[in-house]
């Protein structure tokens, strides 16, 4: 099992950045895929980012490709998530997630996930 704790969201202007990071508790968190979802009200959630177990290999959603970079520090179970050139296309609920499986490839479907947090609001003013 892994526990997933999300920090890091709040209030800022279109244009600034945001650095998200996720706490994770488990035996396993270093050999786990990670994800970055969001979800806006009355929409679905899609995928922001993920990064491969060992951080060798990244994949972002095309609306925040160039603007967001994903990250890893697998010695301090944790991941991150730099929000640069913010906009209110950007604001939501964003969920760290990791995979259930070990060793697994980058993957965009939330159904590959098994493991979620509680989410950190993200609020983006023009």
């Known amino acids: 099992q892994v526990q997933l704790v999300e920090s890091g969201g709040g209030l800022v202007q279109a244009g600034g950045s945001l650095r998200l990071s996720c706490s994770a508790a488990?035996?396993?968190?270093?050999?786990?895929?990670m994800g970055w979802f969001r979800q806006a009200p009355g929409k679905e959630r899609d995928f922001v980012s993920g990064i491969s177990w060992n951080g060798l290999s990244t994949d972002y959603g095309d609306s925040v490709k160039g603007r967001f970079t994903i990250s890893r520090d697998n010695a301090k179970n944790m991941v991150y998530l730099q929000m640069n050139s913010l906009k209110p296309d950007d604001m939501a609920i964003y969920y760290c997630?990791?995979?259930?499986?070990?060793?697994?490839?980058?993957?965009?479907?939330?159904?590959?996930?098994?493991?979620w947090g509680q989410g950190t609001q993200v609020t983006v003013s023009s």
């Open positions: 997630a990791a995979d259930g499986g070990l060793f697994g490839g980058v993957g965009r479907r939330a159904i590959q996930y098994e493991y």
């Open positions: 488990g035996r396993t968190f270093s050999r786990n895929t």
